[in-house]
């Protein structure tokens, strides 16, 4: 993977289901701002919201790809242009997915909370669905109150752009509790797919026995939390109530998925009788149900990846994903040599095209 | 293997029949057997609880059927309906070996001891059964086993291994059907 030209791995069509909008500051989302909460921001020389520098320290060199860093000093894929230069014109995407994790979900103040989320995807209707026919995007949600996240979807889910909520998969309750089930019947109802990604509320402690010491610990360790939400998603019955959510599982990972499907479906034989309606193992609800970006790629050696691949069972659950701007050093043409040449189109693009409900391009 | 009256309901036991162990319950008044090895790994299925089925299409949406209990494995939790021996979770894959255990009367057994029970034909066996007698008048059959003790005033557990029986007679009301 370079900056100029796809990788000679794939030359098929591309969709890119991970790249990032990055708000450049809080003053480019006042124009989407009422007055009052312009002024909440002045008032008190409020910057952005805290949750993403945890996540990804600016100059981490997780943070940005250092050729994908702006000499000018902007905020790395701030702006469209960027992202055209970088990734849509050189790997000719047919399509691609802008996620912004802008953390909006680490503001308390509920209404100020509502009025930022509102205001963060009003800009990628305007600075990104706007300006390029190839992107789509995730709305973002004010994640901390299950009734303004579905008032937010029915304001803005129906814009064709929306093909997705963005759903840190760091939150204060697990995304399978009841309380979330209207929202998730919500996206349904607007077909879009519920986006679980890396990120999410810094309040509440990474990994799930207390805080680690560095950030290679929180970040490597991730997948805990998806394991989490995962399993919260399928105990608790969230596939029998909207039987139509699709998922996907964004910069996740995806080759820790057999040890937990194994794990689970060991478990629900003999546990079933808590969540009777969890009717068949749970690792084939993850089949169904979830979709997994390519990036990062834990692909262990070479000489393995193609038995670990396979422990998936199935063809259709990767997709892939740049995640621009960060950089993880991914080998897209090890992970492609490592596939079964009917799972290479299919994870390069058709298994998103499906997913997203996204049109074949000329 | 013997008095019906030995095995109060929620009771269960053992028995060993020709070599193998299979494990007999009296569930509310019905009697159930099976092998008693778990298919899976081979615990002593003898040694699980009787749950009743839960299932449930909605979170939050329960059917709790007392009237169909599922026997739990003693090791996983795995659920099996005693009378087919299929386990709940994979009923193609994974299965239990049921055995059918009746109450029979005394005089029958009695009948079936002295002849070896194996050797009777489906006719032998209608033709015996007949003459049983009718729930509330029980002949006292006019064999008595030498071998074995058996009071024919008495009902007894009967652990059946052979093929399928014919379908009971309409006038066969005192045997109890197993599920």
Redesign the interface.
């Given at each position: 993977m370079t900056t100029t030209t796809a990788a000679p791995a794939w030359t098929g069509p591309v969709i890119d289901v991970d790249v990032h909008a990055n708000v450049p500051s809080a003053e480019a989302l006042f124009p989407y701002l009422a007055r009052q909460w312009v002024d909440w921001c002045t008032e008190r020389n409020w910057k952005a919201p805290q949750g993403p520098t945890v996540h990804y320290p600016p100059n981490s060199p997780r943070a940005c790809r250092p050729e994908w860093r702006p000499a000018d000093g902007r905020v790395p894929s701030s702006d469209v242009d960027l992202l055209r230069a970088h990734v849509l014109d050189p790997w000719g995407v047919d399509h691609a997915i802008v996620n912004c994790y802008y953390g909006v979900d680490s503001i308390r103040q509920p209404d100020w909370h509502n009025a930022m989320a509102s205001a963060v995807n009003d800009w990628l209707v305007e600075h990104w669905l706007e300006k390029d026919s190839r992107l789509r995007a995730s709305l973002v949600l004010p994640a901390r109150d299950p009734e303004s996240m579905v008032k937010e979807i029915r304001r803005v889910g129906s814009h064709p752009g929306f093909v997705q909520v963005l759903l840190p998969v760091r939150t204060d309750a697990l995304w399978g509790r009841?309380m979330f089930?209207p929202v998730f019947a919500a996206m349904a109802e607007h077909d879009l797919v519920a986006g679980l990604h890396y990120g999410g509320t810094n309040d509440g402690v990474p990994s799930t026995t207390g805080y680690p010491s560095y950030f290679i610990e929180e970040y490597a360790a991730e997948w805990q939390a998806f394991g989490s939400q995962i399993t919260s998603m399928v105990a608790?019955?969230?596939f029998?109530?909207v039987p139509d959510l699709r998922v996907a599982v964004l910069e996740g990972g995806f080759l820790w998925l057999p040890a937990w499907g194994w794990r689970m479906n060991k478990d629900?034989?003999?546990?079933?009788?808590e969540v009777?309606?969890l009717?068949e193992?749970p690792f084939d609800v993850v089949r169904r149900h979830f979709r997994f970006s390519t990036a990062p790629t834990e692909a262990g050696p070479a000489s393995t990846l193609e038995r670990s691949l396979g422990w998936l069972r199935t063809e259709e659950a990767l997709m892939f994903a740049t995640d621009y701007p960060h950089a993880h050093d991914d080998d897209l043409t090890r992970l492609l040599a490592a596939m079964p040449e009917t799972m290479r189109a299919k994870t390069m693009s058709e298994n998103a095209r499906h997913w997203y409900r996204l049109p074949r391009r000329g | 293997m013997g008095r019906a009256s030995d095995l109060a309901p929620g009771e269960k036991m053992a028995v060993e029949v020709n070599g193998r162990s299979i494990a007999v319950f009296n569930v509310d008044g019905r009697y159930y057997g099976l092998l008693n090895s778990c298919p899976h790994r081979g615990a002593d299925l003898c040694r699980g609880r009787f749950?009743p089925l839960?299932?449930?299409?909605?979170?939050?949406?329960?059917t709790y059927d007392t009237g169909r209990p599922l026997l739990?494995?003693p090791w996983?939790?795995?659920?099996f309906d005693v009378t087919t021996g299929q386990s709940?979770?994979?009923p193609a894959g994974t299965r239990g070996r049921p055995y059918t255990v009746e109450v029979e009367n005394g005089a029958l057994v009695a009948e079936e001891l002295r002849r070896g029970s194996l050797d009777l034909t489906p006719a032998q066996y209608a033709q015996a059964t007949a003459a049983s007698g009718r729930a509330g008048e029980r002949v006292p059959g006019p064999y008595t086993a030498e071998t074995v003790a058996v009071c024919v005033e008495d009902d007894y557990l009967v652990v059946d291994l052979r093929p399928p029986r014919p379908a009971p007679r309409s006038d066969r009301t005192e045997r109890q059907p197993t599920a």
């Open positions: 009841r089930f608790e019955g969230l029998q109530a629900w034989k003999g546990l079933r009788r009777p309606w009717d193992p | 749950l839960v299932t449930s299409t909605m979170p939050g949406q329960y739990a494995c996983h939790g795995w659920e709940y979770f994979d």
